[in-house]
T-cell receptor, first 115, second 115 residues
């Protein structure tokens, strides 16, 4: 069973361009979480999705950021008109179940650099 | 509201000596607590979790943690450090939050192991 896959692993964008980050959850997992990690900091929750639904987006910036998890295909985190402050590592995690006790399985991350 | 405090940003030990990584939490509800490890340029991997069963939890690679409700602590320990334990460690609390179980991560503790 392949783990959580993220691509690309590294992404370089110029200011003003769009960044698309993809996450394929583990087989059988229908719950996906996106996190952002800045240097020397822990992970900050961004959004929690189930298939075709956004369950909690309380950590998403109000503008330029969006996420989806379609019925078929990977989850996508989209950042429009990137700025230097968007440079960070973005991690996706998946879980087979919701719930307080549910373990999350993490992908290797996408490191976004905005020049 | 919930929060997690990892009391040390860096811990330095010699190989073969005990490891103690400290974590305190606050939560309005009975929490689930997790420790994850992150090796450089990798995703996070679950070490262990507490889910209201036994208060002493054993995890992978010889790590264990004890849930102490009276002290609101969940410190991570290992009797004898190995060079391969050098990594970043995150304490995580997952309480009930408006129906979705969104984890809160500590800022992380960097474990340095000297030969």
């Amino acid at each position: 069973n392949a783990g959580v896959m993220q691509n690309p692993r590294h992404l370089v964008r110029r200011r003003g361009q769009e960044a698309r980050l993809r996450c394929s959850p583990m087989k059988g997992h229908s719950h996906v979480y996106w996190y952002r990690q800045l240097p020397e900091e822990g992970l900050k929750f961004m959004v929690y999705l189930q298939k075709e639904n956004i369950i909690d987006e309380s950590g998403m910036p109000k503008e330029r950021f969006s996420a989806e998890f379609p019925k078929e295909g990977p989850s996508i985190l989209r950042i429009q008109q990137v700025v230097r402050g968007d440079s960070a590592a973005y991690f996706c995690a998946s879980s087979p179940l919701p719930g307080q006790e549910a373990e999350q399985y993490f992908g290797p991350g996408t490191r976004l650099t905005v020049t | 509201a919930q929060s997690v405090t990892q009391l040390d940003s860096h811990v330095s030990v010699s190989e073969g000596t005990p490891v103690l990584l400290r974590c305190n939490y606050s939560s309005s509800y009975s929490p689930s607590l997790f420790w994850y490890v992150q090796h450089p340029n990798k995703g996070l991997q679950l070490l262990l979790k507490y889910t209201s069963a036994a208060t002493l939890v054993k995890g992978i690679n010889g790590f264990e943690a004890e849930f102490k409700k009276s002290e609101t602590s969940f410190h991570l320990t290992k009797p004898s450090a190995h060079m391969s334990d050098a990594a970043e460690y995150f304490c995580v609390v997952t309480p009930l939050k408006g129906g979705s179980y969104i984890p809160t991560f500590g800022r992380g503790t960097s474990l340095i192991v000297h030969p």
